[in-house]
């Protein structure tokens, strides 16, 4: 209470300001995921406004066979993805923490310069195609296994880490994979929780790659599904399947459907990570 009542005029202003325009912000944000919601029910689709609940957009897309294999295919997609891009990012940022790494500064200078400079589509397309990767899922793994970004801030935490833990490690008979594994890995879970879910999150959301590189339909992942019907609309779905016996479900409330579907996995996903987000990052941040 007294520090309330020291504040000033000009102090509490700013704070009711503040809390006005955040409230604003968070309003404008929140409105859209409102709405799609509020439309996947319209019988509508909100065209005109919400006339009456119906759930004939939800029960189209349960009813293709599309919608099942590609949620499969964007699960499998995540979990391998995310699995091989920890394992290369935690692996390479531990190695490059090291300041006794031979040629480690002319290593940092290299993945900086790829994180700022990136070499284009065509490029990767080349490299993709020449290593027979396409229409396959590792043309989804392999090329991103590493991200620049991510592993600096992994880097920037191991270096964080008092060096007496892997010092008395090693006097107990540790070798170098041993440390990093038994010692390091374990006390890192909110860095690591963090870049897991950057990763994730990613795979889940990308569509360009796949669709770039693979052309087997059965392989597409939700996002690319979702593509389809919102490029395609009526009459072209995905798998030729048309809205025809479900003439009364406006294209929009379908459309609307298919995001709420797409983005419940990450929406349940994310809570279990978030107290570990804020951490993580911070850590990673401390020294450089």
């Not at 919601?37 to 689709?45: A, E, K, L, M, Q």
């Not at 005109?48 to 119906?54: D, E, P, W």
Request: hydrophobic share 50%.
């Amino acid at each position: 209470m007294s520090i309330i009542k020291q504040q000033t005029v000009g102090s509490r202003i700013f704070d009711v300001f503040n809390h006005l325009f955040l409230g604003i912000i968070g309003v404008a944000m929140i409105f859209p995921l409102i709405y799609v919601v509020v439309g996947s029910f319209s019988i509508s689709g909100m065209i005109g406004g919400f006339n009456a609940f119906s759930l004939d957009a939800y029960k189209y897309i349960m009813t293709t066979n599309s919608l099942a294999k590609s949620t499969l295919n964007s699960v499998f997609i995540t979990i391998v993805g995310t699995f091989i891009n920890i394992c290369m990012t935690s692996i390479t940022a531990y190695a490059l923490s090291k300041k006794y790494l031979r040629g480690r500064s002319v290593m940092m200078t290299i993945v900086v310069i790829f994180m700022l400079f990136n070499p284009g589509m065509i490029p990767n397309y080349l490299v993709v195609s020449r290593l027979n990767m396409t229409n396959s899922f590792w043309s989804l793994w392999l090329p991103g296994a590493i991200s620049a970004y991510n592993m600096i801030i992994m880097k920037n935490f191991f270096q964080a880490l008092p060096e007496s833990i892997e010092e008395s490690a090693k006097i107990d008979g540790c070798q170098d994979l041993q440390v990093f594994f038994k010692i390091v890995l374990p006390i890192s879970k909110a860095s690591l929780a963090t870049i897991t879910l950057f990763y994730a999150v990613s795979h889940w959301n990308s569509y360009f790659n796949a669709m770039m590189y693979i052309n087997d339909i059965d392989k597409w992942p939700i996002q690319v599904w979702l593509r389809q019907i919102i490029v395609l609309s009526v009459g072209g779905f995905a798998g030729n399947e048309s809205l025809s016996e479900y003439a009364k479900v406006p294209s929009d409330a379908v459309k609307y459907a298919v995001i709420c579907v797409s983005t419940l996995p990450i929406v349940i996903f994310y809570p279990f990570l978030q107290k570990y987000f804020a951490k993580g990052v911070l850590l990673g941040s401390v020294k450089g």
